[in-house]
C-alpha cells in the first residue's frame, strides 16, 4: 500500500518543467518471419496467415512516457541487461531532458531498475551524477497498472505490432513511426485514481490495524 500512494502522490503533483515526472517500463518481442506470404483479407474472410514461421531472436523495447506533456522516448536493444537500463537512463538525463533539475521516475522494481545498475555500467563519479538526477519512485508488487509507461506500451502493442515482424530493423521503423505520430498529437495521460479513492475502494487490500488494550492501574 505505502509504494501505491507514493506514486498516486508523484501523480497528484502539477506539472514541473524542472522536475518532470516520467514513466518507464520495457517489454520483450519475438523477431518472428513468414515462411509464406499472408493471403490478403477479400470478402467474408479475414487476413490468413500460415501456422509455418521462422524464429529471429528477439528485441527488447525501453519506454519512457512523460504523461503530462504526451512524449516518449524509445529505445529498442538486442537485451534487456542492467548495462542496456543504465544507458537508457543516461540518454534519458543527459539527451532528452539536459536541462531539467530532476527528472522523477517512475519505474517497476525489476532487478535491472535500480541505481546498483548504473555503477556497473560506469564509474562512480558518473554513476553518482546520474543517480543526484533522478527522484526514483517504484511501483508495487503485480502493480503495473500504476504505471502509464505500462499502459503506453500495451497501445504499442495493439496498434503497431500486433503481427509478425521479422527482423529488429523492421520494428525500429515501425516503432520509430509510430512514436513520432503520437508525440506530434502530444497525446498524454490525465490521472485522476487518487489515494482517497484507493483507501476507499481497496480497503480490503488495506493491512488490519490492532490496537493495544490498555493495560489497568
Known sequence: MAAMEDVLEVYS??????KPVICMDEMHKQCIEEVRKPIPASSGCPERY????????????FLASEPLKGRRVISITDRRT????????????DYQYPEVDTIVLVMDNLNTHNP????EAFEPEEARR?????????????????N?????LSVLSRQCLNRRIPDKETYEQEIEKWNTDRN????GV???FTTKEARNKLKRLYPKIITKAKSSQ
Open 116 to 119: 546498483g545498475s548504473l555503477y
Open 130 to 146: 546520474l543517480i543526484d538526477k533522478l527522484e526514483i519512485h517504484h511501483t508495487p508488487k503485480h502493480g503495473s497498472w500504476l
Open 13 to 18: 503533483r502539477p506539472y514541473d518543467p524542472q
Open 148 to 152: 502509464v509507461a505500462e499502459i503506453e
Open 82 to 93: 542492467k548495462l542496456d537500463w543504465a544507458y537508457f537512463i543516461k540518454d534519458l538525463v
Open 184 to 187: 506530434n498529437q502530444q497525446i
Open 190 to 192: 490525465e490521472w485522476h
Open 50 to 61: 500460415d501456422s509455418e514461421y521462422i524464429r529471429n531472436g528477439g528485441i527488447n523495447i
